[in-house]
Each structure stands twice: as C-alpha cells, then as structure tokens.
C-alpha cells in the first residue's frame, strides 16, 4: 500500500522544462531589483515625510506638545494614514524579497519546498501590495467626502 502511494507521488510530481527554469531565473532577478529599488524608494519617502512632519513643528511658534493638542483628528488621520501606507508597501518589498532569494535556492538546488516557499512569498506580496492600492483607494476616499461632502464646514 505504501510503494503505491509513494508510486503515486513521483507521477505527480510536477517537472519543469528547461524554458521555465529560465523564465523563474529572470523573474527572480527582476523581483531582486525592484524589490531592493522599492525598499529603498519606500523607505526614504517614511524618512523624508518623518522629516518634513518635524521640520514643520521645527520653525512653529508653538511646541510640539501644545501643537499636538491643538491639531484636529483629520490630521493624525492623514498621517498616520499616510505613513501605514508606506509601511505596508516596504513589508511588500520584503515579501518580494524573500521571493527572489527563494527562488533563486530552488532553482540552484532543484528544490520543491523552496519553490513552494517562493511562491508563498509572492502571495504574500501580491496581498500586502492589494491591502496597500485598497488602502490608497479608501483613504482618498474618505478624503474626498471630508472635503467636498461634509456637511460640518
């Protein structure tokens, strides 16, 4: 019974023409380069909005305590929204990452649990990156009624 089910599982096995094997190399080294470009795209725009936010309380009259108190929640709102944003899409860079050097792995090494491994990590990026555009999305909706439908201006 056993040598039939292990029988079973070599026929299932799935193979890969020599063509895909290739195809899996190039889109590994793609997804390196942009994963890396979008990290660091990613994470100097968190750097650079950070810093503007701290800038603009630099030059105020007001400390940043006192500023706190006073600024309505629309703000935190925008900025916390904002930031959440870029955080969930260098998450996404990561998870790409970890794709690329998968399958880099299970390339190099013939290796199924690697190449199964590198596609939960493209899943995962696909979803962080779709939990991010349906983020955007949301946000400038809400946004948009704040601004042009709120009946408390």
């Known amino acids: 019974m ?15 023409t020599p063509s895909i094997m ?23 725009t968190l750097v650079g909005y950070l810093f503007l936010l701290y800038k603009s309380f630099e030059f105020s009259t007001v400390s ?7 600024l309505p929640k629309e703000v935190y709102f925008l900025m916390f ?5 870029l955080v969930v ?3 996404s860079s990561f ?10 792995r299970a390339i190099s090494l ?11 990590h493209l899943f995962k990026f696909f979803k962080l990156t779709g939990i991010s555009i349906l983020g955007g999305f ?4 809400i946004i948009y009624i704040y601004l042009y439908h709120n009946p408390f201006h």
């Open 138 to 141: 949301g946000f400038g909706l």
């Open 22 to 44: 290739k195809d899996f190399e190039i889109s590994s080294k793609w997804a390196y380069f942009i994963s890396i470009s979008t990290f660091i795209l990613f994470g100097l």
């Open 2 to 16: 056993e040598t039939t089910q292990q029988q079973d599982q070599v026929n299932n096995q799935i193979e890969f």
């Open 110 to 120: 013939k290796d199924t649990y690697s190449l199964n491994e590198s596609l939960d």
């Open 81 to 85: 929204g904002v930031a959440g944003i």
């Open 95 to 104: 998870a790409l990452l970890n794709f690329s050097t998968e399958m880099t």
């Open 64 to 70: 940043f305590s006192d500023y706190l108190k006073i």
């Open 89 to 91: 899409l260098i998450l």
